[in-house]
């Protein structure tokens, strides 16, 4: 029995010791994760480096603001207010090599360089800080804080990544301890009660821990899917929330809404920045105003500049989504009442449905994007509803866009010339060059087609002076000296050193200035006259003729006759394809032929088609018109066989009366 009692004693203390064993090992497994669990605890407690970020970001704008104060005002109270908030930035740019910030930094050669970048630019400035009142100095100092701004809103924007990046793993670590400190509770269970209290007591400060942990996850997340200035949804939550709201098929479907405001920049450049920043948040507010009555289940959001996006839901289909839109547009075309005055604005928008077998949120802001573009196209403070002919427009458009550089070298963009001609003797007297494209895939493309889509692509000064060129070349090689007439776009002419390129180009072909016209119109001069005005009489300097185009639409200012020597006005062919119908068109082009003759300028009439119509303009007093009744464009090289049929029948008049002048 004793040695019964001996060995039941040896195994009591052998489980004992195994026991206190697993006990041991428990604990210090325990141990080790409350020492990871404070760390994680310890990492989401502690200042963090986009708070410090935020803050240099902040010193940086007020730096500048006090610097953009002082330069309105010119007072000395504000002078020492820009000194002052220079050396707050200054102080704040030296602490942010130091501490966890400065480790941050050290952690990318590019935020080295660009603090470095930002603390000489910084540091230079004390000089000019010293002669502020000295107006260069002033405007150094607002350019490098400027640029100091944007620096320090890149280092700012990668402290907060940063920070979210930590938050998220945070978020793992303790979610994992969690699930392994739960099944160490079931351990301690078997072990004893008093092990059990202890991890009861660790799990109550871990839930604690992660409960402060998944607060501070969603403040980080708020912050970064808000817009700073109207705090509306930023693209990262509109993104997010289409995505959720395609999923969910509720009742009715899903409606996006792109919204352009029409003006804005003349806002910002009138007004100021700062009107400009108050309108953005008056608009903000009338949208979520206006949303809201259309239920809880509407998002207005800001993806950047005047740019935002309306998301909500439609029961009554395009017709009630295009009476949304219309109602954001009266509703946001009321005067917004800022403390710059009364502001009123309109807006574009395009919008798009979502269809039911949609699962792709990007294509459906394309859509919208490209509703908002087509609805710029056709005229501003107009809703457009998206339809599929608009992406095929935006592939073909891309297609025109990317091929002009292609098009240009191998001389597929080429003039024709269609004939302006004597009507009294049927003689070809000029010719106009007009730009014509044969697509290597796309065929014949349309010229208001192209010229639009190189306008808008910045190509069309290129495109001009090709055309210019290129006509200068082919009636320079022509037999009889006959003139060419060129139109000049909105671009060409804006741009000072027309004239020297222009010149350059007489030179270069050889073609006498008198053999060139240049035609305008009335438009391009209206945007602005001053300028344009003396751009055309420097080329008029040169020799070449320069023609008013489109004559008797739009403005019309009859002070422009006045102001400028044209050689000749070009009778719009508006009036001409209604002469048998509407007597006053005649009587118009009647009294545009007496002015021009009594001002000794010429004049051709446009789009003369049927022999009725030259009948009536002959009696009118025209002699020189063009249009398909004389002949359509033609390339160079059926030129010559045309002047040849026509100088078969009528011998040359002489110059300069080559372009009919006087008539």
């Not at 020492?35 to 940086?60: C, H």
């Not at 004893?192 to 992660?210: D, I």
């Not at 449905?353 to 403070?381: E, F, P, R």
């Not at 249009?627 to 160079?636: L, N, Q, R, T």
């Amino acid at each position: 029995m004793a040695r019964v009692g001996e060995t039941l004693i040896g195994k009591a203390r052998l489980v004992a010791i195994m026991v206190l064993g697993g006990l041991v090992l428990v604990i210090m497994v325990q141990a080790e994760a409350v020492l990871t669990t404070g760390e994680a605890v310890n990492r989401s407690m502690r200042y963090d480096i986009a708070m410090s970020g935020l803050n240099g970001k902040l010193d940086a704008v007020n730096a500048l603001e006090r610097a953009a104060r002082y330069a309105a005002s010119g007072s000395a109270e504000d002078a020492r207010g820009a000194r002052l908030f220079y050396n707050i930035l200054l102080s704040r740019v030296d602490t942010w090599s130091a501490g966890a910030f400065g480790a941050f930094v050290e952690a990318s050669p590019e935020r080295i360089a660009l603090l470095q970048r930002v603390r000489v630019d910084v540091d230079r400035l004390g000089p000019l800080y010293a002669r502020i009142e000295d107006r260069e100095a002033l405007d150094e100092i607002r350019l490098v804080l400027s640029d100091a701004a944007q620096a320090l809103m890149h280092l700012g924007g990668q402290a907060m990544t940063a920070n979210l990046e930590e938050a998220a793993e945070i978020r793992k670590t303790l979610r994992e301890r969690q699930e392994f400190q739960n099944a160490l509770v079931m351990v301690l269970i078997v072990f004893g009660a008093v092990l059990l209290a202890m991890m009861s007591f660790q799990a109550r400060r871990l839930r604690l821990a992660r409960e402060f942990a998944e607060r501070s996850a969603r403040k980080f997340e708020q912050v970064a899917q808000r817009d700073p200035l109207t705090q509306l949804a930023n693209r990262l939550a509109f993104d997010g929330a289409l995505d959720m709201a395609i999923l969910d098929r509720s009742a009715g479907r899903l409606a996006v809404y792109a919204i352009d405001l029409d003006g804005f920049k003349a806002v910002n450049d009138m007004l100021g920045h700062a009107a400009g920043d108050s309108l953005l948040v008056s608009v903000a507010r009338r949208l979520e105003e206006i949303v809201s009555g259309w239920g809880a289940d509407g998002l207005v959001s800001r993806l950047g500049g005047d740019e935002f996006t309306v998301l909500t839901r439609v029961t009554g289909g395009d017709g009630q989504a295009a009476a949304r839109a219309q109602e954001l547009i009266d509703g946001l075309r009321t005067a917004h009442g800022l403390e710059y005055g009364n502001i009123v604005v309109d807006v574009t928008i395009g919008f798009a449905l979502v269809d039911a077998d949609t699962i792709d949120g990007d294509a459906v802001v394309q859509n919208a994007d490209l509703a908002l573009s087509h609805a710029k196209t056709s005229g501003k403070g107009r809703a457009q509803a998206y339809d599929a002919s608009m992406r095929e427009d935006a592939t073909r458009r891309q297609v025109i866009e990317a091929g002009f550089s292609c098009a240009l070298s191998k001389g597929e963009i080429l003039p024709h010339y269609q004939p302006q001609v004597e009507m009294a003797t049927g003689r070809i007297v000029g010719f106009e060059a007009l730009a014509r494209w044969r697509h290597a895939e796309l065929g014949w493309v349309p010229p208001g087609e192209f010229v639009r889509i190189a306008e808008a692509s910045g190509r069309i000064v290129e495109i001009g002076e090709h055309i210019l060129r290129t006509a200068c070349r082919d009636i320079c090689l022509l037999p009889q000296e006959v003139p060419v007439a060129v139109n000049l776009s909105v671009a060409q002419l804006a741009h000072s050193d027309l004239p020297d390129r222009v010149a350059a180009i007489l030179e270069e072909t050889g073609l006498s200035p008198e053999r060139l016209k240049l035609e305008v119109t009335e438009s391009m001069v209206m945007s602005d006259s001053t300028r344009a005005l003396a751009t055309l009489r420097r080329l008029k300097d040169l020799g070449v003729w320069i023609a008013l185009d489109d004559f008797g639409t739009g403005y019309s200012a009859l002070s422009y006759l006045r102001d400028f020597a044209w050689d000749e006005l070009k009778v719009d062919r508006s009036f001409v394809q209604t002469l048998e119908s509407d007597a006053q068109s005649l009587l118009i082009i009647r009294s545009i032929v007496e002015l021009a003759r009594r001002l000794s300028i010429s004049v051709t009439v446009e789009g003369v088609e049927t022999p009725s119509q030259c009948a009536l303009l002959r009696r009118a007093g025209c002699r020189i018109a063009q249009g398909f009744y004389y002949g359509h464009g033609v390339p160079a090289s059926e030129l010559p066989a045309q002047l040849q049929r026509s100088f078969s029948r009528v011998p040359l008049l002489e110059k300069p009366d080559a372009w009919g002048k006087g008539a």
